[in-house]
């Protein structure tokens, strides 16, 4: 057992850090003013630096990475709030594309996302939240509403869940048989309502029910939120405790006050506990004995302790912050906001709560290790 | 102890709740929670000057100029009865803040100047308070007054100046005096925004709206009749100000609003979160008893305050109110799940309410930052009520 990254994984997150410097609140603002909501170039390089890639086979044209690469991606996107959609595309929409593609839709697509050419989004969701929203007509075509889809409109492929079944549609096909209308989301990147009518669609797979992987793939992308989230939290709380060393108020300074101290120690033992499951998930992800059952359950845990430290870290970084923390021009607020969204993506902590419930009696004590 | 109210009190319920919700336009009571720009600025006028006319906009001030002879439970159920119908309040500049301060402190000639333009909205006024550098702790602002013939020359910088944007005039808080404890050396003037020498700069909230100022004050000139009542007495009048000021801020009926709205949400299913399940159920119920606890903590205060000073539990009022505030906006988010990402969504598939949904919750973070920060209520429980 061991918690630690290797030194190759330390290379590629320095790596990556190192390509996302300089992205602060203020970088972010601008970026996130336009459409797509996110930096196409910082896009681009990722893709060169191989991180689009990293989770598919290396015979499509992926790196051949494994969890804990991807984790490693997710947390330094976190820790400087980057919009870019790298847990949206690369983990799930890519990610279902993997894992539910034949060789020839694997071929084709995966070396396309991975050298940043093509952007794919997944459209699960529909708008009133009951439902699949989108029907498959019998010549095959799709009619129905997705809702909000991020990267909705900015995505050249959209993998659609409809009847249980998954289908690759074309952006532009979208646009000819239906429509996209983008807009902005509570943290500041984008989403659109996704209208298909009687639009072209290709069965990803064999066609057949792709309920069972879609769950799957899901909680791999819950696993890598976790990293994102992680590190979102890590940079709050180290933003917090500086402001409350340098920000004097009653000609001291903040950290003069042990009301304040404490409650960042309360973040503290939030994050650092948000750690060592998000950590733990990963682990389980990567091991090769773990079942898809014992990988669902391994995200529901992560992301139910996500929501709740997400929300106790992010509202306590605002508040210690004083009103500074409630604008765009200083990052703690850009922090809370992501985390607000990452909570409400693939189901909260109370859907969590709900999912873990239902196999309460299945087991005495949780045991951690396999 | 008795429960009901008097057939009179029973009455002033009705009178209210038929004038609130017939009277003013039901346009003006479904606004969008975060709109701007003009329409904003017209229906807050508009409203504002419908309750004016009926008496009902300054019901706190002294009666000579406009304010009504109530109890203060009548006062309470003003308050209550206005929110549950969702009209959009007097503007707290004017009617909790400056108002009675000049009211109470200004010469006959600024009430006479100011008072009826300030309850109609001729005026609308804006708080120049904190400083950069002085938040909590307000009395180190360093925005500076000096005396030059018959003028206060003003310069320095206010900031958080809130709906700056739509501003006549603004009540700043000055140092006159920089040798005296810090307390001591401070006046309350008043400052046309367009004079020369005054420039606003918008700060962009994290909901994405922009209802904050900075206001910058560069050798502005105003004549000495600007002043509120005597030099270097503004931290009274600020005292007087702020205890106004937390009263009217912890907005019980709002939030039973609001909470109520969740509740029938929640209750049609029609979201990523049903009353179906036991969990959202047991959040709503909860929050709906501590909601009661503090309404009736409300009303016991209201209740047995005769002599017009704030009651000690008066600060529980803003603690608890501003928490119950956010948690109600919180529960909003989660029960519309993932359509609460959709905040820009219009005319789509998305309800507007759940597209407002996020934006609120961020926004009303601001609700235990403003005010006296819920730190600094925790402060005035500790201090000041039980002495510690
Ligand atoms: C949306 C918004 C609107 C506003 N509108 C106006 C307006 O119209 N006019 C105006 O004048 N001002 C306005 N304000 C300013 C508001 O009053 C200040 O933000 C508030 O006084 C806190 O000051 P600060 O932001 O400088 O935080 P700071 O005072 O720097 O406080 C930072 C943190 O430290 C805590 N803290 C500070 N001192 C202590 C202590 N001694 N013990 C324990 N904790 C402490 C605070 O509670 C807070 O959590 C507004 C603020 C916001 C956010």
Redesign the interface.
């Known amino acids: 057992m061991d918690f630690l990254l290797d030194d190759e994984q330390q290379a590629l997150a320095d790596a990556v850090r190192g390509l996302l410097k300089g992205y602060d609140a203020e970088k972010r603002r601008t970026v996130t003013e336009d459409d797509p909501g996110f930096d196409e170039e910082m896009w681009k390089k990722l893709a060169d630096m191989g991180v689009l890639g990293l989770p598919y086979p290396e015979d499509v044209g992926g790196s051949g990475a494994g969890p804990v690469e991807v984790a490693v991606v997710a947390e330094e996107l976190g820790k400087v709030t980057a919009p870019e959609p790298f847990v949206e595309a690369v983990v799930f929409a890519g990610g279902l594309i993997a894992a539910c593609g034949t060789a020839e839709q694997k071929q084709e697509h995966l070396a396309a996302i991975s050298d940043g050419s093509v952007l794919p989004a997944v459209a699960w969701h529909a708008p009133d939240g009951s439902g699949e929203g989108v029907t498959v007509n019998d010549d095959g075509t799709l009619s129905g509403t997705k809702e909000p889809v991020l990267n909705g409109a900015r995505a050249d492929l959209l993998v659609v869940l409809a009847g249980g079944r998954l289908f690759l549609v074309s952006g532009a096909d979208v646009d000819s048989h239906g429509s996209r209308t983008s807009y902005r989301t509570v943290d500041g990147l984008r989403a659109a309502e996704v209208v298909f009518d009687q639009t072209p669609a290709t069965p990803l797979g064999d066609g057949s029910d792709m309920s069972e992987s879609f769950r799957t793939i899901a909680a791999i992308a819950r696993i890598a939120y976790g990293h994102e989230a992680l590190g979102l939290m890590d940079t709050a709380l180290r933003l917090t405790t500086s402001y409350l060393t340098t920000r004097k108020q009653f000609g001291v300074t903040l950290n003069t006050f042990q009301a304040l101290t404490f409650r960042a120690a309360d973040m503290y033992t939030s994050l650092e506990l948000t750690r060592s499951i998000v950590t733990w998930a990963t682990m389980v992800l990567a091991d090769s004995s773990s079942t898809p059952a014992k990988v669902r359950e391994a995200a529901f845990r992560s992301k139910l302790q996500v929501s709740k430290a997400g929300r106790h870290i992010g509202q306590e970084a605002i508040q210690l912050h004083g009103g500074i923390g409630m604008t765009m021009e200083y990052a703690v607020g850009h922090i809370t906001a992501r985390l607000t969204a990452i909570d409400h993506t693939l189901g909260d902590g109370r859907d969590m709560v709900a999912a873990l419930s239902t196999s309460l009696t299945d087991h005495g004590v949780v045991e951690p290790l396999p | 102890m008795k429960l009901s109210l008097t057939e009179e009190e029973q009455a002033f319920r009705e009178e209210m709740r038929t004038f609130f919700t017939t009277k003013i336009p039901k346009e003006l009571r479904e606004r969008g929670a975060t709109e701007e720009g003009e329409s904003f600025k017209d229906a807050v006028v508009t409203t504002q000057r419908i309750l004016n006319e009926a008496g009902y906009a300054v019901p706190n001030w002294p009666t000579e100029w406009g304010g009504q002879d109530w109890t203060p439970l009548q006062k309470h159920i003003w308050h209550e009865e206005m929110q549950l119908a969702n009209v959009i309040p007097p503007l707290a500049f004017n009617a909790n803040m400056i108002g009675p301060v000049i009211a109470n402190f200004g010469s006959e000639e600024m009430k006479e100047k100011f008072l009826a333009k300030t309850a109609n909205m001729d005026i609308w006024w804006c708080q120049g308070f904190?400083e950069p550098?002085a938040?909590?702790?307000l009395a180190?602002l360093t925005t500076k007054a000096v005396k030059d013939g018959d003028d206060w020359v003003i310069n320095g910088q206010k900031?958080?100046t809130t709906l700056g944007q739509y501003a006549d005039w603004i009540f700043c808080l000055c140092r006159t005096d920089p040798e005296v404890k810090k307390q001591a050396g401070i006046s309350m003037i008043l400052i046309p925004m367009d004079a020369e020498g005054v420039t606003l700069r918008p700060?962009?909230?994290?909901d994405?709206g922009h209802e904050?100022n900075e206001v910058f004050f560069e050798d502005v000139r105003v004549p000495a009749e600007n002043l509120v009542g005597e030099e270097n007495q503004g931290w009274t009048y600020a005292k007087f100000l702020l205890g106004n000021e937390r009263v009217g801020v912890a907005p019980v009926g709002a939030t039973k609003r609001n909470l109520a709205l969740v509740k029938e949400t929640a209750a049609a299913?029609?979201?990523?979160?049903g009353i179906d399940?036991p969990?959202?159920a047991a959040r709503i119920v909860e929050l709906e008893n501590e909601l009661l606890a503090l309404e009736l903590t409300a009303l016991r205060v209201v209740a047995n305050s005769t002599d017009g000073k704030p009651h000690p539990a008066s600060s529980v009022l803003k603690l608890k109110g501003t928490e119950l505030q956010?948690a109600v906006s919180?529960l909003a988010?989660?029960v519309?799940?993932?359509?609460?990402?959709?905040?820009?969504?219009?005319d789509?598939?998305?309800?507007l309410a759940a597209a407002l949904a996020?934006?609120t919750?961020?926004n009303l973070?601001?609700a235990?930052?403003?005010g006296g920060?819920?730190?600094v209520q925790?402060q005035i429980i500790a201090g000041t009520i039980l002495g510690l």
């Open positions: 904190s550098n938040g909590s702790d180190s900031t958080w700060i962009q909230l994290i994405g904050v299913g029609s979201s990523d979160g399940d969990l959202l956010q919180e988010v989660d519309y799940g993932t359509s609460s990402l959709a905040s820009g969504a219009r789509t598939g998305v309800p996020g934006p919750y961020l973070r601001k235990s930052i403003y920060s819920n730190e925790r």
